[in-house]
């Protein structure tokens, strides 16, 4: 099992969701995704989709960058 890591605070709806499910896509069974996200749209709308496409969400937290959170997805 291997971690990796994005950054998609910079995009918008909807790249987020595009660029995590084409990293998960990179995924083995197993791996974990960390996505470094701003709130809103992207902090709602990615752990929806992401269950919603049968991958699973292990947390969202925030982290100490205000405004910012990590969503930790298994593929």
Known sequence: MATYNIDITREHCPMTFVKTKIE???LKAGDILQVLVS????LENIPR??????FKVLSVNETEVQGKHLIVIQK
């Open 49 to 54: 989709s992401t269950a919603e496409q049968g």
């Open 24 to 26: 998960l896509s990179k």
């Open 39 to 42: 709130e809103g749209e992207p």
